[in-house]
């Protein structure tokens, strides 16, 4: 029944009749409310920049499939409907930024498991001076602006000045101009995002790894395990799920190789190397004004993401694993 209902039931115990009170489902979403009102209150910013900043310009996307003319807004521009996206995959460039952007991505996708493979090498340290030290100096880089990392690049591969031409000099080898050349663009990005991020990157494993039982461990010594045995058969479960999960937030951005890398290391020279999706976006929505364009192939994107999102999830649930839902 709605509302309030009744219900009498014989107690197994005083065999005396229980009267049980329904209230309704607004009363008790009330009362929770003004009980943990200050957990909500905490919650509300975030909800709100959520809404804001996230779902809020999610109407904008509609100009994908309209001739957006900034004079008339979103409204009353005219509709095109798949223009947009018949004109980007005809495209002959097309077929340049799909294959680099996948590329580096599945770059990226292969050394996904140093961070995890450090955080298990930190936790195996046993100095804890030393183990502060090596976090420090892991974690250190990913605070450093892109614009800085990509100007030490310059400067250490250098041809004329640079610490690793210098080295190729020394053992007899020609300079090479390294970011001036097409073949060393995807190497050099991938590696250096490796340096910058994998410590930070390692933290939640550590965290991981924190939080498995040392009775596991103080098992597995008395069993006479070894170190590696240990990492094998302890370290490795426990944080297994959280890896999981990482992977496929990770393949939820995919295709988001990073735009202000990509453009700050570009060039005439190794253009052919370094246009992937974001920095094609760029150039045609904001330098050529071409908005509805451009907002299509973000759309496209973004919907390549979700897709391997949801693929990935669905593999790792039938799969058993840990999984986002």
């Known amino acids: ?8 039931t014989q107690s197994a115990i005083a065999a005396v009749p229980t009267t049980c009170v329904y209230e309704p489902r607004g009363n008790e ?5 003004t009980r943990q009102y200050e957990l909500y209150v905490f919650l509300l910013p975030t909800l709100l920049y959520f809404a804001l900043f996230q779902y809020g310009p999610m109407y904008g996307i509609q100009i994908a499939f309209k001739n957006y003319q900034p004079v008339k807004g979103f409204l009353e521009s005219p509709w095109v409907g798949w223009s947009h996206f018949i004109r980007f995959f005809r495209s002959y460039q097309f077929e340049l930024v799909i294959k680099n952007t996948l590329v580096i991505g599945l770059y990226e996708l292969l050394l996904f498991p140093i961070p995890v493979a450090m955080a298990i090498l930190i936790n195996q340290l046993t100095s804890s001076k030393f183990k502060r030290f090596v976090q420090t100096v892991t974690y250190a880089p990913h605070f450093i602006s892109l614009v800085v990392v990509v100007g030490m690049l310059y400067i250490f591969l250098s041809p004329h000045t640079g610490l690793l031409n210098h080295v190729i000099v020394g053992f007899g080898g020609e300079p090479v101009f390294f970011l001036g050349s097409a073949e060393w663009f995807k190497p050099i990005f991938v590696l250096s995002s490796v340096w910058q991020n994998a410590g930070w990157g390692a933290i939640i494993y550590l965290a991981a790894l924190a939080g498995i039982h040392p009775e596991l461990h103080e098992a597995a010594v008395v069993d006479g395990a070894t170190k590696l045995q240990r990492i094998r058969h302890v370290d490795i479960p426990g944080i297994l799920p959280t890896v999981v999960i990482m992977l496929i937030l990770n393949m939820g951005q995919f295709m988001n190789v990073g735009f202000e890398k990509a453009f700050l290391m570009q060039n005439s020279l190794n253009a052919v190397s370094s246009e992937v999706i974001q920095t094609y976006v760029y150039k045609s929505g904001l330098q050529s004004a071409q908005y509805s364009y451009s907002a299509a192939i973000g759309f496209f ?3 390549v993401n979700f897709v391997l999102l949801v693929i990935v999830n669905a593999i790792a649930r039938r799969t058993r694993q840990a999984s986002l839902w």
């Open 1 to 8: 029944m709605a509302g309030r209902a009744c219900c009498h």
């Open 29 to 33: 979403m009330r009362r929770k409310l």
């Open 301 to 303: 994107n973004s919907l």
